[in-house]
Every structure is written in structure tokens, then in C-alpha cells.
T-cell receptor, first 117, second 116 residues
Framework: GAVVSQHPSWVICKSGTSVKIECRSL??????MFWYRQFPKQSLMLMAT?????????EQGVEKDKFLINHASLTLSTLTVTSAHPEDSSFYIC?????????????FGNGTRLTVT | AQSVTQLGSHVSVSEGALVLLRCNYS??????LFWYVQYPNQGLQLLLK??????LVKGINGFEAEFKKSETSFHLTKPSAHMSDAAEYFC??????????????FGGGTRLMVKP
């Protein structure tokens, strides 16, 4: 079945540094990828939608200069948390889908736990 | 606008007992409904989905859910809980099927605990 690989699975960084999270579709071409944020014991909140080759669309309240999203190929999207602060500590999850048909399913990565000290 | 309410942030059952996780939705258009499971430090896995076909939907791991329009509900059930069912469960609603990651509205989640 379709697999989405997210890397790293966890990362600890110091305040003020930047962290890059990768989301790869391993056996399908992901024309669209989504990034979510999940705070402890809460649901997923959509951060942005990225389409291959174009700029990401950010949800209201999400700082696009802080959360840089690049979707340069059909198998890779990256989320860079710039100048991270402790309040950015969270669980980040990506999902991906192809556009091969109306019934294209959504596949989730295993998430990245970011801790900013 | 769409919304999802999951009644009970925590549900505890004994192994072998019935599992019932409640989900009520609000939607101005015919909804597509999903149940996802999340194991610790992992992403979401689709359990089942309702896409306007049969109202009783069977999913993986013995779970099923019934769409009841009159009650605006999509409760998740499993006849007999297993220890491995312990996880976080999310109900979600969309006005589109499948490839609508930016159109999914998630409920707050229900943590299922299974006692031996």
C-alpha cells in the first residue's frame, strides 16, 4: 500500500535554531501534501496545503515566514520551522495524496515530535 | 461550515467488552465521514469511511460505524475490545471524499483505554 515517510520522527533543538522536517511519498506521486500540527491531547489542526511546484496555502493564523513549506518534487515536501521557540514544540504530521482520480486516498506520515528547549 | 463533536475525551472498557465511541457532526451539505486511529507517536490510520453508500460501514480491525442522518451521528463500535485497540480515535467530516486533506475537520479525539 501507499506509504508516506516522515523524517525525523523526533527532534530536539535549541531555541532560535531552525528545524527541517521531511515528508516523502514512497510509492506514489504526491501532487498535494498537507501539514498539520497537534498539541498534546488535542486534535489535528491543518497548517498548510502544498501543491507540487507552487507556493503553499497557509491556514489563517499560521505564520508563513515561520513555517516554510517547500514542495519541489512529486515525492517530497519539507516543513522548516525557523527560529524555533518553546511554544513551537508540538507533534507535526504530514499527509499526501495523488491526483490520479476522484477516489485518491489520503495517506498520513507517522509524525515528527519537535521539542524546543 | 462543518464541525465534529466527539463525546467523551476518554473511554475505558474491559477487554472483551463492547467499544462505543461517539461522534456527532454538523454539515450544511451531505457529509463524508471518517474514523481514524492514532497510536502513540504515530500518524493517523484510516479505520473506515462513509461516502454515501451503505449507512453501515465496516472497517479494519473489526470496527464498524453507522451513519444516522436523523441523529447526525457516526458512532464507532466494536463488539469485543482487544488490548491492541488502545489508542486515540478521531472522527472527521468533509464535504469531499478521500483526497481532501485540507477539507477534513477533525473532532477532538477520544482516547480508548482497554483494561485487562
Amino acid at each position: 500500500g501507499a506509504v508516506v515517510s516522515q523524517h525525523p520522527s523526533w527532534v530536539i533543538c535549541k531555541s532560535g535554531t531552525s528545524v527541517k522536517i521531511e515528508c516523502r511519498s514512497l510509492d506514489f506521486q504526491a501532487t498535494t501534501m498537507f501539514w498539520y500540527r497537534q498539541f498534546p491531547k488535542q486534535s489535528l489542526m491543518l497548517m498548510a496545503t502544498s501543491n507540487e511546484g507552487s507556493k503553499a496555502t497557509y491556514e489563517q493564523g499560521v505564520e508563513k515566514d515561520k513555517f516554510l513549506i517547500n514542495h519541489a518534487s512529486l515525492t517530497l515536501s519539507t516543513l522548516t520551522v525557523t527560529s524555533a521557540h518553546p511554544e513551537d514544540s508540538s507533534f507535526y504530521i504530514c499527509s499526501a495524496t495523488s491526483a490520479t482520480g476522484r477516489e485518491s486516498p489520503l495517506h498520513f506520515g507517522n509524525g515528527t515530535r519537535l521539542t524546543v528547549t | 461550515a462543518q464541525s465534529v463533536t466527539q463525546l467523551g475525551s476518554h473511554v475505558s472498557v474491559s477487554e472483551g467488552a463492547l467499544v462505543l465511541l461517539r461522534c456527532n457532526y454538523s454539515s450544511s451539505v451531505p457529509p463524508y465521514l471518517f474514523w481514524y486511529v492514532q497510536y502513540p507517536n504515530q500518524g493517523l490510520q484510516l479505520l473506515l469511511k462513509y461516502t454515501s453508500a451503505a449507512t453501515l460501514v465496516k472497517g479494519i480491525n473489526g470496527f464498524e460505524a453507522e451513519f444516522k442522518k436523523s441523529e447526525t451521528s457516526f458512532h464507532l463500535t466494536k463488539p469485543s475490545a482487544h488490548m491492541s485497540d488502545a489508542a486515540e480515535y478521531f472522527c472527521a467530516v468533509s464535504d469531499r471524499p478521500h483526497n481532501a486533506g485540507n477539507m477534513l475537520t477533525f473532532g477532538g479525539g477520544t482516547r480508548l483505554m482497554v483494561k485487562p
